[in-house]
T-cell receptor, first 111, second 116 residues
């Protein structure tokens, strides 16, 4: 039962362009959503989060959008930089504190 | 380094041995979580602890696995009589005391457990 899905295993974007990573969820009890970035042999690094009472949160080059009716969230990175190449995980929680993760999307930024 | 500290970074065990994984949360954090990641998969929740209490162990296998977060010292994830299927990366995360606002979990760099 995959409650959080990232349907694109990989994404390739040219440097300077916008990267859009997508995530879908099925559990309507989720009320807090997060994006993490992960390099090989390291732990996930927290990027940005959004509460279900909002539909947008922005932090520098990173913006997260939440569409509750569609049970969909996305992460926009603009402009994309070579250092953004990593695996990105979306995660959700529903008050129980534990996070439910998607399978991840490998983002490659091409020079 | 005020981040979440995990040790060892790599652990090799033979089938039937015990594995002990340690996690020291970020300074000021009183909530600890353990996750497991199998190759090419996302992280899967195992257990959530506060000092001296297990709050949620719904992701823990029923046998051979246990976790603790004592009053003093790091949190320990213990796997008894390891099998090949236990080979994975085990990540610990910590967060601030939960209040009215959600707080993100911050992760350590994990322990990579290999079973021979």
């Amino acid at each position: 039962d995959q409650q959080v899905k990232q349907n694109s295993p990989s994404l390739s974007v040219q440097e300077g362009r916008i990267s859009i990573l997508n995530c879908d969820y099925t559990n309507s009890m989720f009320d807090y959503f997060l994006w993490y970035k992960k390099y090989p042999a390291e732990g996930p690094t927290f990027l940005i989060s959004i509460s279900s009472i909002k539909d947008k949160n922005e932090d520098g080059r990173f913006t997260v959008f939440l569409n509750k009716s569609a049970k969909h969230l996305s992460l926009h990175i603009v402009p994309s930089q070579p250092g953004d190449s990593a695996v990105y995980f979306c995660a959700a929680s529903g008050g129980a504190q534990k996070l439910v993760f998607g399978q991840g999307t490998r983002l490659t930024i091409n020079p | 380094n005020a981040g979440v500290m995990q040790n060892p970074r790599h652990l090799v065990r033979r089938r039937g041995q015990e594995a002990r994984l340690r996690c020291s949360p970020m300074k000021g954090h009183s909530h600890v979580y353990w996750y497991r990641q199998l190759p090419e998969e996302g992280l899967k929740f195992m257990v959530y602890l506060q000092k001296e209490n297990i709050i949620d162990e719904s992701g823990m296998p029923k046998e051979r696995f246990s976790a603790e977060f004592p009053k003093e010292g790091p949190s320990i994830l213990r796997i008894q009589q390891v099998v090949r299927g236990d080979s994975a990366a085990y990540f610990c995360a910590s967060s601030l005391l939960q209040g009215a606002d959600n707080q993100p979990q911050h992760f350590g760099d994990g322990t990579r457990l290999s079973i021979l």
